[in-house]
T-cell receptor, first 116, second 112 residues
């Protein structure tokens, strides 16, 4: 079974702190994604990566950065946390397909971040 | 652009009732279509998928058929159980793109 793990299930930080969210997948997937999930807004893509050291902005990248130094690990960084970044953060990975589409995404359990 | 619209929830049903959650999409080309489910306190997991027109995806008693003529991918189950209570997301993966577009999600409550 594909396993995607996230470093924390719950996290509480203070405004202005630098926050690191870690994600690791064990299935050698090329693609990895970071989403945030908010009530009534569904999933919104923050950043994705299609290869080591490659990254692309998603729909809401402001206030976030990412790092992918190894294929299995994709980190989300909040440079200076703010209260409007309180949310559920979901990491996902997927294999690349020959059709040029993204195949099934495999999600981690999520990190519920609260910024005070 | 690409988009997914699914029916708003919450949907509340009694056990053994018939379930339909509507999903329509806008996309160019031939996207892949997915239904994901999120149980309380967990991440999303794939429920079923279809990769071309007229394909039917099925899993755990749930079904959805890829209808290109109506740009729809409605989720159905003949007899729901309390354990089906969750949030259901319709999604599409467009041709030639890395991004998956998710609907807003539909929360289902099933009463015993």
């Amino acid at each position: 079974d594909v396993k995607v793990t996230q470093s924390s299930r719950y996290l509480v930080k203070r405004t202005g702190e630098k926050v690191f969210l870690e994600c690791v997948q064990d299935m050698d997937h090329e693609n990895m994604f970071w989403y945030r999930q908010d009530p009534g807004l569904g999933l919104r893509l923050i950043y994705f990566s299609y290869d080591v050291k490659m990254k692309e902005k998603g729909d809401i990248p402001e206030g976030y950065s990412v790092s992918r130094e190894k294929k299995e690990r994709f980190s989300l960084i909040l440079e200076s946390a703010s209260t409007n970044q309180t949310s559920m953060y979901l990491c996902a990975s997927s294999p690349r397909t020959g059709r040029g589409t993204t195949d099934t995404q495999y999600f981690g359990p999520g990190t519920r971040l609260t910024v005070l | 652009g690409n988009s997914v619209t699914q029916m708003e929830g919450p949907v509340t049903l009694s056990e053994e009732a018939f379930l339909t959650i509507n999903c329509t999409y806008t996309a160019t080309g031939y996207p892949s279509l997915f239904w994901y489910v999120q149980y309380p306190g967990e991440g999303l997991q794939l429920l079923l998928k279809a990769t071309k027109a007229d394909d039917k995806g099925s899993n755990k008693g749930f079904e959805a058929t890829y209808r290109k003529e109506t740009t729809s991918f409605h989720l159905e189950k003949g007899s729901v159980q309390v354990s089906d209570s969750a949030v259901y997301f319709c999604a599409l993966s467009p041709t030639g793109g890395f991004k998956t577009i998710f609907g807003a999600g539909t929360r289902l409550f099933v009463k015993a």
